[in-house]
T-cell receptor
Framework: QKEVEQNSGPLSVPEGAIASLNCTYSDRGSQSFFWYRQYSGKSPELIMF????GDKEDGRFTAQLNKASQYVSLLIRDSQPSDSATYLCAVNKAAGNKLTFGGGTRVLVKP | ETGVTQTPRHLVMGMTNKKSLKCEQHLGHNAMYWYKQSAKKPLELMFVYSLEERVENNSVPSRFSPECPNSSHLFLHLHTLQPEDSALYLC?????????????FGEGSRLTVL
């Protein structure tokens, strides 16, 4: 079982719709959770992090964490073509421990 | 210059060559990282330095040798590499090792080993 799993996609979303990305992790001791966006040919960029169960909103992005079910999700509202990228989920056991990345979900927003 | 800068951006080397990748961060961060990104594989952590001391060596072959002379600079020395080492090597920094999830990445060095 992979430590951090994501559907590789591509997830095709019409412009203006909600993109929903999921990530599951295997280590119950995981404490902090991160979403990175990586455009083709570019380096990853941190867009969200979440530490507590529940929802966290930042602009058009919402991160959702459910530690009991060991999943974290990212919602992108009002999707734009500029949101087309690969989204990487990353999980940390505790502060300072190794950050483990998933393989990423490729999102395509079609006008 | 701002952020995290990496040089060279592209590197082609033979298996017997010795080369180095350089990373510099202008963010005042205390932790620096080397990650490897290969096609079809997740980002892999290679090395972590916190306040110039190595705190992680993630079972990386000895043909990769890191060096951190100060908190702003990080090098990755390469020697006798294999073709399977061809990948994108990403340098990153974070405010501290405790905040190792909040990474700022450089643009990467694309390495091709012939």
């Amino acid at each position: 079982q992979k430590e951090v799993e994501q559907n590789s996609g591509p997830l095709s979303v019409p412009e203006g719709a909600i993109a929903s990305l999921n990530c599951t992790y295997s280590d119950r001791g995981s404490q902090s959770f991160f979403w990175y966006r990586q455009y083709s040919g570019k380096s990853p960029e941190l867009i969200m992090f979440i530490y507590s169960n529940g929802d966290k909103e930042d602009g058009r992005f919402t991160a959702q964490l459910n530690k009991a079910s060991q999943y974290v999700s990212l919602l992108i509202r009002d999707s734009q073509p500029s949101d087309s990228a690969t989204y990487l989920c990353a999980v940390n056991k505790a502060a300072g421990n190794k950050l483990t990345f998933g393989g990423g979900t490729r999102v395509l927003v079609k006008p | 210059e701002t952020g995290v800068t990496q040089t060279p951006r592209h590197l082609v080397m033979g298996m017997t060559n010795k080369k180095s990748l350089k990373c510099e961060q202008h963010l005042g961060h205390n932790a620096m990282y080397w990650y490897k990104q290969s096609a079809k594989k997740p980002l892999e952590l290679m090395f972590v330095y916190s306040l110039e001391e190595r705190v992680e060596n993630n079972s990386v072959p000895s043909r990769f040798s890191p060096e951190c002379p100060n908190s702003s600079h990080l090098f990755l020395h390469l020697h006798t590499l294999q073709p399977e080492d061809s990948a994108l090597y990403l340098c990153a920094s974070s405010p501290s090792y405790r905040l190792s999830g909040e990474l700022f990445f450089g643009e990467g060095s694309r390495l091709t080993v012939l």
